[in-house]
């Protein structure tokens, strides 16, 4: 029974740190699946959650943090669309700029307004977000297997979890089934047929863009207003690349992104897990390699399985009309 | 109640210092068929792409059913009734059919409702001018001539009236050409109006009412095509008298440099584009491949000069193997005498941003005698560049200048220089005059006959039917991926082009 | 097309643009300055002063120079073969143990005009092998250098700890870092090269890996325009599809390329560990990798380009500090705001001020040749 307590928490803290993924991955998806690069998630997921916190802490108010987060985040998303659908930049280095940018501008904004050393104040209970138990969720805890299951895996998370959970399939439902997500499937493939369709291709981009932005402002606000009672400096520590290796992982379709980053979360979960920990007939492993070990994974599986991903076909490519 | 569909007033546009269209008039009488002509570079396309909105004119007016209307995006030209199929088709490959025609014409922001209206429409469209395709069919798993057929009907599906055709029939059978031609017959009859622009003189006199050429960016003359000809249009387009033969004595074939046998190639999907293929190619001969395209020429090309692996078969060069299913090498098939001049000069027989003089050691960078040791010898590249600027007149004569800056005859002009002058056995060449201006044309030609007459091996990839018959000594016809046949020079046309279909697409064509 | 813009003269493509671009990112540098309450032109003052006020600052911003010079040169070989490696910060990290490998086994033994020639072997070796895994899986599996290499960043930061923790550290000693070097595993200082000015070294780590830092940019530009390799890995930058024609191997350039420029970047760790710190540290990078990213854009990269912007931020580097102990409330992060911009304005946002500097031209009855035929 211990063994499967550990289980159901390992699992636990692999939700816990899957949501900041799933939301930026599918962040990720919106705009790549339209033709626009990003490897900003990080910068934007970052800025977000800075002015979650920043916000949080100055108005007292989750709500506040959280749309604060949100007009963070797509204001970035913006400069990036500015910089690749508009200026048809490299959308590589424009997403590297963007990270360094929100990267220097937290820390030194941050510094100051509230001179605490790269973090905003600590928040207070309203400030943030809280966990929600299920009806019942204290009453069944004790029985054996579903107790546990229900309890402590599937009650008892912060609201923004299960809106992470929840837009899994409504991202599949906007791409696949609204005219939405069929032109923005479409100019990600062939933006010469949505522009002779009589369709704006740059405008139907930055609305995937915008996408993108809100989805990485919930991303930031989970992490400073949910995960850690305010901002802490650097406080992503490369989620935003590890979302962005789960959109390649999963091919950039939806469910596939789930299982991705609950896959990286489990890793991590794992990781923290073990520290200190020595494993059956390995022994001791040192901490490092646990932390490196998502990476490499990563790589390992980049390596070995990602061959066959296609990406959208006119992805990267800014669009410029051909003669 | 007038009956033009569109008149055009003073239309002029410049891209930079490139007058593409200069005070263009043109009128289009409803329900006719009216043909544009002109050389590639005439300013047909982007006459066109201002009609529908994709570029705006930097002065003139245009009348719609008699009315001033202002086309500043696609959107403002389906409104006004106008419809384009495009020659390179404007659909989203991995969508359905259904998918395609809806995009951009969704009536709600739910698609399920959407879907099933327009497959009711397209089910009608279909009946109605006998356009018939499976709508949940994937583009990329239909041929071309069905692709084309759903550009019809994304038009048709948006009420167009009026509907512009780009050199529609470049990359159609001619039997697939033949059913085109039928169906914008029946479209006239319906009381469509349709803008037919192509180079073929054959399909203007074969279905246009009116024809109107285009030379150099300029509207030269219209004409009603029961009272014109062939050569007067033809006069027309080029200012001159075109030369229809090109002078060459009888060939004296050699020894076999090249022989092909059971080659087979796949493309990176796995689809089979060269299918089981033999032939022979003997010193001082032109065979020439005829096929419409995209019916493996290029692949077969490809596998030859090593830069695609094939799937099966042998090819020997100079009696010796290629290792065409394993490792062969550019580079190596080079130093053993194969040159290779090849279709797409943009992308891959040049690199635009580097200067003439680097373009010109491209493939021969490895030879001694441009390098000092792993170092390039500057010297002699700019001398050897500067040799043969003059020996084949290739303007300006500046082996410094970016090679993008070149006109499109003398960048070809690079290429051969650098493949012919090696003195190589076996010469292939894809598309030699692809967007080539005419003097260079000629120039081109003469020396594709000179190589053969020193005895050299050329094979050669052409989609201009006319161009293979007058260059080469032998024609070999290419159809899905295998070869059909083989005639000589003095086929005729429809004989040759009646192989070029194939026997599938004739029975398509019968339907 | 090809080239969509109006040609411009040479001293503008390359003089003109990068500079407005440059001070457009420093406007709005300015920017968050003025945001964070100060005053942008003190702190242009505070910056210009403390790089270049005195001998001493201007040794500091050399030395710093020499490291983006290195990570710039890095970032920019791998540009012109079209890869991006954003792995220069893991390749210099890695570097580190080839440096100090050599001063440690040889520092009380021998001077440093031995240990050095090692240490930039060492350095150059564990660089390039810390890029060769990314080029290699490029080459041979398709992944992306750009993603791996940003894995290999933090496995790198992973696996460094580790050594600093547990394998290079003396016995007893708390903190991450090898012992002190010696003699021999210190660089001399090149206070003789200022003196020629009239300036005075101080403190100043300027030091002899700067001569080194012009030799490889030297080094660069013959490869890159001079050399059989240099033109196979231009043709694959600008046409991956002319460099198949041409019977180039793709994945053998590729992996070569990943290499000379991971080597690039394990050279920078000579700079710190043998010029100023005489021992490995935690994290001694710092960043630079990234400097890279923002250096070879700026110097388009060129090695006569690269050179100058590396200089520009060894003074940003230099001048922080000095604005950072004038100004409390800016802190060196600023330097990575502007950087960030550099990239942006440089980088991404490279023509945005093209037209309107090529209108500029037209108006003043220059005439351009335009570019690139145009087919209809």
Same mark, same amino acid.
């Given at each position: 029974?211990?063994?499967?307590?550990?289980?159901?928490?390992?699992?636990?803290?692999?939700?816990?740190?899957?949501?900041?993924?799933?939301?930026?991955?599918?962040?990720?998806?919106?705009?790549?699946?339209?033709?626009?690069?990003?490897?900003?998630?990080?910068?934007?997921?970052?800025?977000?959650?800075?002015?979650?916190?920043?916000?949080?802490?100055?108005?007292?108010?989750?709500?506040?943090?959280?749309?604060?987060?949100?007009?963070?985040?797509?204001?970035?998303?913006?400069?990036?669309?500015?910089?690749?659908?508009?200026?048809?930049?490299?959308?590589?280095?424009?997403?590297?700029?963007?990270?360094?940018?929100?990267?220097?501008?937290?820390?030194?904004?941050?510094?100051?307004?509230?001179?605490?050393?790269?973090?905003?104040?600590?928040?207070?209970?309203?400030?943030?977000?809280?966990?929600?138990?299920?009806?019942?969720?204290?009453?069944?805890?004790?029985?054996?297997?579903?107790?546990?299951?229900?309890?402590?895996?599937?009650?008892?998370?912060?609201?923004?979890?299960?809106?992470?959970?929840?837009?899994?399939?409504?991202?599949?439902?906007?791409?696949?089934?609204?005219?939405?997500?069929?032109?923005?499937?479409?100019?990600?493939?062939?933006?010469?047929?949505?522009?002779?369709?009589?369709?704006?291709?740059?405008?139907?981009?930055?609305?995937?863009?915008?996408?993108?932005?809100?989805?990485?402002?919930?991303?930031?606000?989970?992490?400073?207003?949910?995960?850690?009672?305010?901002?802490?400096?650097?406080?992503?520590?490369?989620?935003?690349?590890?979302?962005?290796?789960?959109?390649?992982?999963?091919?950039?379709?939806?469910?596939?992104?789930?299982?991705?980053?609950?896959?990286?979360?489990?890793?991590?979960?794992?990781?923290?897990?073990?520290?200190?920990?020595?494993?059956?007939?390995?022994?001791?492993?040192?901490?490092?390699?646990?932390?490196?070990?998502?990476?490499?994974?990563?790589?390992?599986?980049?390596?070995?399985?990602?061959?066959?991903?296609?990406?959208?076909?006119?992805?990267?490519?800014?669009?410029?009309?051909?003669? | 109640?007038?009956?033009?569909?569109?008149?055009?007033?003073?239309?002029?546009?410049?891209?930079?210092?490139?007058?593409?269209?200069?005070?263009?008039?043109?009128?289009?009488?409803?329900?006719?068929?009216?043909?544009?002509?002109?050389?590639?570079?005439?300013?047909?396309?982007?006459?066109?792409?201002?009609?529908?909105?994709?570029?705006?004119?930097?002065?003139?007016?245009?009348?719609?059913?008699?009315?001033?209307?202002?086309?500043?995006?696609?959107?403002?030209?389906?409104?006004?009734?106008?419809?384009?199929?495009?020659?390179?088709?404007?659909?989203?490959?991995?969508?359905?059919?259904?998918?395609?025609?809806?995009?951009?014409?969704?009536?709600?922001?739910?698609?399920?409702?959407?879907?099933?209206?327009?497959?009711?429409?397209?089910?009608?469209?279909?009946?109605?001018?006998? &356009?018939?395709?499976?709508?949940?069919?994937?583009?990329?798993?239909?041929?071309?001539?069905?692709?084309?057929?759903?550009?019809?009907?994304?038009?048709?599906?948006?009420?167009?009236?009026?509907?512009?055709?780009?050199?529609?029939?470049?990359?159609?059978?001619?039997?697939?050409?033949?059913?085109?031609?039928?169906?914008?017959?029946?479209?006239?009859?319906?009381?469509?109006?349709?803008?037919?622009?192509?180079?073929?003189?054959?399909?203007?006199?074969?279905?246009?009412?009116?024809?109107?050429?285009?030379?150099?960016?300029?509207?030269?003359?219209?004409?009603?095509?029961?009272?014109?000809?062939?050569?007067?249009?033809?006069?027309?387009?080029?200012?001159?008298?075109?030369?229809?033969?090109?002078?060459?004595?009888?060939?004296?074939?050699?020894?076999?440099?090249?022989?092909?046998?059971?080659?087979?190639?796949?493309?990176?999907?796995?689809?089979?584009?060269?299918?089981?293929?033999?032939?022979? &190619?003997?010193?001082?001969?032109?065979?020439?491949?005829?096929?419409?395209?995209?019916?493996?020429?290029?692949?077969?090309?490809?596998?030859?000069?090593?830069?695609?692996?094939?799937?099966?078969?042998?090819?020997?060069?100079?009696?010796?193997?290629?290792?065409?299913?394993?490792?062969?090498?550019?580079?190596?098939?080079?130093?053993?005498?194969?040159?290779?001049?090849?279709?797409?000069?943009?992308?891959?027989?040049?690199?635009?941003?580097?200067?003439?003089?680097?373009?010109?050691?491209?493939?021969?960078?490895?030879?001694?005698?441009?390098?000092?040791?792993?170092?390039?010898?500057?010297?002699?590249?700019?001398?050897?560049?500067?040799?043969?600027?003059?020996?084949?007149?290739?303007?300006?004569?500046?082996?410094?200048?970016?090679?993008?800056?070149?006109?499109?005859?003398?960048?070809?002009?690079?290429?051969?220089?650098?493949?012919?002058?090696?003195?190589?056995?076996?010469?292939?060449?894809?598309?030699?005059?692809?967007?080539?201006?005419?003097?260079?044309?000629?120039?081109?030609?003469?020396?594709?006959?000179?190589?053969?007459?020193?005895?050299?091996?050329? &094979? &050669?990839?052409?989609?201009?039917?006319?161009?293979?018959?007058?260059?080469?000594?032998?024609?070999?016809?290419?159809?899905?991926?295998?070869?059909?046949?083989?005639?000589?020079?003095?086929?005729?046309?429809?004989?040759?082009?009646?192989?070029?279909?194939?026997?599938?697409?004739?029975?398509?064509?019968?339907? | 097309?090809?080239?969509?813009?109006?040609?411009?003269?040479?001293?503008?493509?390359?003089?003109?643009?990068?500079?407005?671009?440059?001070?457009?990112?420093?406007?709005?540098?300015?920017?968050?300055?003025?945001?964070?309450?100060?005053?942008?032109?003190?702190?242009?003052?505070?910056?210009?002063?403390?790089?270049?006020?005195?001998?001493?600052?201007?040794?500091?911003?050399?030395?710093?120079?020499?490291?983006?010079?290195?990570?710039?040169?890095?970032?920019?070989?791998?540009?012109?073969?079209?890869?991006?490696?954003?792995?220069?910060?893991?390749? +210099?990290?890695?570097?580190?143990?080839?440096?100090?490998?050599?001063?440690?086994?040889?520092?009380?033994?021998?001077?440093?005009?031995?240990?050095?020639?090692?240490?930039?072997?060492?350095?150059?070796?564990?660089?390039?092998?810390?890029?060769?895994?990314?080029?290699?899986?490029? +080459?041979?599996?398709?992944?992306?250098?750009?993603?791996?290499?940003?894995?290999?960043?933090?496995?790198?930061?992973?696996?460094?700890?580790?050594?600093?923790?547990?394998?290079?550290?003396?016995?007893?000693?708390?903190?991450?870092?090898?012992?002190?070097?010696?003699?021999?595993?210190?660089?001399?200082?090149?206070?003789?090269?200022?003196?020629?000015?009239?300036?005075?070294?101080?403190?100043?780590?300027?030091?002899?890996?700067?001569?080194?830092?012009?030799?490889?940019?030297?080094?660069?530009?013959?490869?890159?325009?001079?050399?059989?390799?240099?033109?196979?890995?231009?043709?694959?930058?600008?046409?991956?599809? +002319?460099?198949?024609?041409?019977?180039?191997?793709?994945?053998?350039?590729?992996?070569?390329?990943?290499?000379?420029?991971?080597?690039?970047?394990?050279?920078?760790?000579?700079?710190?560990?043998?010029?100023?710190?005489?021992?490995?540290?935690?994290?001694?990078?710092?960043?630079?990798?990234?400097?890279?990213?923002?250096?070879?854009?700026?110097?388009?990269?060129?090695?006569?380009?690269?050179?100058?912007?590396?200089?520009?931020?060894?003074?940003?580097?230099?001048?922080?500090?000095?604005?950072?102990?004038?100004?409390?409330?800016?802190?060196?992060?600023?330097?990575?705001?502007?950087?960030?911009?550099?990239?942006?304005?440089?980088?991404?946002?490279?023509?945005?001020?093209?037209?309107?500097?090529?209108?500029?031209?037209?108006?003043?009855?220059?005439?351009?040749?335009?570019? +690139?035929?145009?087919?209809?």
């Amino acid at each position: 029974m211990e063994f499967f307590d550990t289980i159901v928490a390992i699992l636990e803290s692999t939700i816990r740190v899957s949501v900041p993924l799933i939301f930026a991955a599918l962040a990720g998806l919106f705009t790549e699946r339209a033709g626009v690069f990003d490897i900003g998630l990080e910068g934007k997921m970052l800025g977000a959650a800075f002015a979650a916190g920043a916000v949080a802490a100055v108005t007292g108010s989750v709500l506040m943090g959280l749309l604060a987060a949100i007009l963070i985040s797509v204001l970035l998303s913006l400069v990036h669309g500015y910089a690749s659908i508009t200026q048809r930049g490299s959308q590589i280095v424009s997403g590297v700029a963007i990270n360094f940018i929100v990267a220097g501008s937290t820390v030194i904004l941050g510094e100051a307004w509230f001179r605490q050393g790269g973090r905003t104040p600590a928040l207070d209970a309203d400030a943030r977000f809280q966990t929600v138990t299920f009806p019942f969720a204290d009453a069944v805890k004790d029985v054996p297997i579903f107790g546990p299951i229900y309890s402590n895996l599937l009650s008892g998370h912060f609201i923004l979890t299960y809106v992470a959970f929840l837009l899994v399939p409504f991202s599949w439902w906007v791409l696949y089934r609204t005219r939405f997500g069929l032109r923005l499937r479409a100019v990600g493939e062939n933006p010469g047929a949505v522009d002779t369709a009589g369709i704006s291709v740059i405008w139907l981009r930055y609305r995937a863009v915008i996408c993108c932005g809100i989805l990485c402002g919930f991303a930031g606000a989970y992490l400073s207003l949910a995960m850690s009672a305010g901002f802490v400096k650097g406080m992503t520590a490369g989620k935003g690349y590890i979302a962005l290796a789960a959109l390649i992982f999963a091919k950039w379709r939806p469910v596939n992104i789930m299982m991705a980053c609950l896959l990286f979360g489990f890793l991590d979960a794992l990781a923290i897990r073990l520290q200190g920990n020595p494993l059956p007939f390995i022994g001791q492993v040192p901490v490092q390699l646990m932390q490196a070990l998502p990476y490499i994974l990563t790589v390992i599986l980049l390596a070995g399985f990602i061959g066959k991903a296609v990406p959208p076909k006119a992805g990267g490519v800014p669009y410029v009309k051909e003669r | 109640m007038s009956d033009i569909a569109i008149e055009l007033r003073g239309i002029d546009k410049s891209f930079g210092l490139v007058h593409a269209n200069k005070n263009i008039n043109l009128t289009v009488r409803k329900g006719t068929i009216h043909g544009i002509i002109g050389e590639n570079g005439a300013g047909k396309s982007t006459l066109m792409s201002i009609l529908y909105g994709f570029y705006q004119a930097d002065s003139g007016d245009i009348l719609v059913g008699g009315n001033r209307v202002t086309i500043k995006d696609p959107n403002a030209a389906i409104s006004s009734g106008i419809g384009m199929v495009h020659q390179h088709f404007m659909l989203v490959e991995n969508f359905t059919v259904l998918e395609n025609v809806m995009l951009g014409a969704e009536d709600s922001q739910i698609l399920n409702t959407s879907i099933s209206k327009a497959r009711v429409e397209l089910k009608r469209l279909e009946k109605e001018y006998a &356009l018939e395709v499976n709508p949940d069919a994937l583009i990329e798993e239909l041929p071309v001539g069905l692709q084309q057929r759903v550009e019809i009907l994304k038009a048709l599906y948006r009420k167009a009236d009026i509907l512009i055709l780009d050199e529609p029939t470049g990359v159609l059978t001619p039997p697939e050409a033949d059913h085109l031609f039928r169906i914008l017959g029946q479209l006239k009859d319906q009381g469509k109006t349709i803008i037919f622009i192509t180079h073929k003189l054959r399909e203007i006199m074969a279905i246009t009412d009116e024809v109107s050429v285009m030379r150099r960016g300029e509207m030269v003359a219209t004409r009603k095509t029961k009272d014109t000809s062939v050569e007067e249009l033809a006069e027309l387009m080029v200012g001159r008298r075109v030369l229809l033969r090109v002078d060459k004595g009888e060939a004296n074939p050699g020894a076999v440099k090249l022989a092909v046998e059971n080659l087979t190639v796949r493309d990176s999907r796995g689809v089979t584009m060269v299918d089981n293929v033999s032939f022979t &190619l003997r010193a001082g001969e032109i065979v020439g491949i005829a096929g419409v395209a995209g019916n493996g020429q290029s692949e077969l090309l490809e596998a030859i000069s090593g830069i695609r692996r094939a799937v099966s078969g042998t090819v020997l060069l100079n009696g010796k193997p290629i290792d065409v299913t394993g490792h062969a090498d550019p580079g190596d098939l080079r130093n053993r005498g194969l040159a290779h001049v090849p279709e797409d000069r943009h992308h891959v027989g040049l690199v635009l941003k580097f200067d003439e003089a680097e373009n010109g050691i491209l493939g021969y960078h490895n030879d001694k005698r441009y390098l000092n040791g792993v170092f390039l010898d500057t010297k002699a590249i700019q001398a050897d560049a500067e040799e043969k600027i003059r020996k084949y007149d290739i303007r300006p004569p500046n082996p410094r200048l970016k090679t993008a800056n070149f006109s499109g005859g003398n960048q070809q002009k690079i290429v051969l220089a650098r493949e012919m002058e090696r003195g190589p056995d076996v010469l292939i060449i894809g598309q030699p005059t692809r967007g080539v201006d005419v003097g260079a044309i000629e120039f081109i030609h003469k020396r594709i006959i000179e190589m053969r007459d020193q005895g050299k091996a050329v &094979l &050669l990839v052409s989609v201009e039917l006319d161009e293979i018959r007058a260059l080469s000594d032998r024609i070999i016809v290419m159809f899905a991926g295998r070869v059909v046949g083989e005639r000589e020079p003095d086929a005729t046309e429809g004989e040759l082009g009646l192989l070029m279909a194939g026997v599938e697409g004739r029975k398509e064509a019968a339907e | 097309m090809s080239n969509p813009y109006a040609k411009l003269p040479a001293w503008a493509e390359y003089g003109l643009i990068p500079l407005v671009n440059l001070v457009v990112a420093f406007l709005v540098a300015g920017l968050v300055v003025l945001l964070v309450g100060e005053n942008p032109l003190n702190a242009a003052y505070h910056m210009i002063n403390g790089a270049f006020g005195r001998g001493e600052y201007i040794g500091f911003t050399l030395y710093y120079a020499t490291t983006f010079i290195f990570t710039g040169l890095s970032v920019a070989v791998a540009f012109h073969a079209g890869l991006f490696n954003i792995g220069s910060e893991g390749q +210099a990290y890695i570097g580190g143990i080839g440096v100090a490998l050599a001063c440690l086994w040889l520092d009380k033994t021998m001077p440093w005009f031995v240990v050095f020639p090692l240490a930039i072997v060492g350095s150059a070796a564990f660089g390039a092998l810390w890029a060769f895994l990314p080029g290699w899986l490029q +080459a041979k599996r398709g992944s992306h250098v750009v993603i791996t290499t940003i894995m290999f960043n933090f496995i790198a930061s992973s696996l460094m700890v580790y050594l600093l923790t547990r394998v290079l550290k003396p016995l007893g000693s708390m903190a991450p870092q090898t012992r002190t070097f010696e003699a021999g595993g210190q660089l001399p200082k090149l206070d003789w090269l200022l003196s020629v000015f009239g300036l005075e070294v101080g403190n100043a780590p300027f030091n002899v890996s700067f001569l080194l830092a012009l030799l490889a940019a030297f080094g660069v530009w013959v490869l890159i325009w001079r050399t059989k390799l240099g033109y196979e890995m231009r043709t694959m930058g600008f046409s991956p599809s +002319a460099a198949r024609y041409a019977g180039m191997k793709e994945a053998r350039i590729t992996v070569i390329v990943m290499m000379i420029s991971g080597g690039l970047a394990g050279l920078m760790a000579l700079n710190p560990i043998m010029g100023e710190q005489f021992r490995m540290q935690l994290d001694f990078v710092q960043g630079a990798g990234f400097v890279g990213i923002a250096v070879a854009l700026m110097g388009r990269s060129h090695p006569a380009g690269i050179i100058p912007a590396a200089i520009l931020f060894g003074m940003l580097y230099q001048g922080g500090a000095e604005i950072a102990f004038e100004m409390p409330s800016i802190s060196r992060d600023m330097i990575v705001i502007i950087q960030g911009l550099v990239i942006l304005f440089a980088g991404a946002l490279e023509n945005m001020f093209r037209p309107a500097i090529g209108r500029g031209f037209a108006t003043f009855g220059r005439r351009f040749p335009v570019a +690139a035929e145009r087919g209809a």
